[in-house]
T-cell receptor
């Protein structure tokens, strides 16, 4: 069975500081991994995804994530936080079997301090 | 429309009443998902439709919950005899599958259900 663990339900960073949101996964098969962002009162939108190509994945809004098989991790980073990055971030895993049954983490709410 | 459309955006109901939530996916998307997002929780998978195949209902929390998808397009999630613990945001998502699949889910803005 697949699972996703997001460490830290709330993360606060200062504007301009590094953003690091943690995600660890469990999967018996090579996974597809995703980060989604949810702004207030909106649905989720895709930030980036890993589908077994390059291990360092670049997404929208300056975010990137690195797939580390040895650590079963897919942490999300951004070098310099902006106020507009304040949102909730979800990590998700799929086994890529074609059914694309996605398992989501519990989310991390990012707060950016002025 | 261009995106996934859900209605109503907000629904307040009394305990014991039935509610219907509607999802209109992106045209051409064969896969449709319903998720439930409760305060402080992640996204809880409810049900998945793929083309004409039998839906995966493994996430439905009780027999009060049901969903259908007519003509491979619009889906309705029905909750019978609502309980206060059903209060949540119900999210619908759709995606392409098969060779065109990008692996991306496209979400609607959700239907916020409040059971008094």
């Amino acid at each position: 069975a697949q699972s996703v663990t997001q460490l830290g339900s709330h993360v606060s960073v200062s504007e301009g500081a590094l953003v690091l949101l943690r995600c660890n996964y469990s999967s018996s098969v090579p996974p597809y991994l995703f980060w989604y962002v949810q702004y207030p009162n909106q649905g989720l939108q895709l930030l980036l995804k890993y589908t077994s190509a390059a291990t360092l994945v670049k997404g929208i809004n300056g975010f990137e994530a690195e797939f580390k098989k040895s650590e079963t991790s897919f942490h999300l980073t951004k070098p310099s936080a902006h106020m507009s990055d304040a949102a909730e971030y979800f990590c998700a895993v799929s086994d890529g079997s074609g059914t694309y049954k996605y398992i989501f983490g519990t989310g991390t709410r990012l707060k950016v301090l002025a | 429309g261009a995106g996934v459309s859900q209605s109503p955006s907000n629904k307040v109901t009394e305990k014991g009443k039935d509610v219907e939530l509607r999802c209109d996916p992106i045209s051409g998307h064969t896969a449709l998902y319903w998720y439930r997002q409760s305060l402080g929780q992640g996204l809880e998978f409810l049900i998945y439709f793929q083309g004409n195949s039998a839906p995966d209902k493994s996430g439905l929390p009780s027999d009060r919950f049901s969903a259908e998808r007519t003509g491979g397009s619009v889906s309705t999630l029905t909750i019978q005899r609502t309980q206060q613990e059903d209060s949540a945001v119900y999210l619908c998502a759709s995606s392409l599958t098969g060779t065109k699949n990008t692996g991306e889910l496209f979400f609607g803005e959700g239907s916020r259900l409040t059971v008094l």
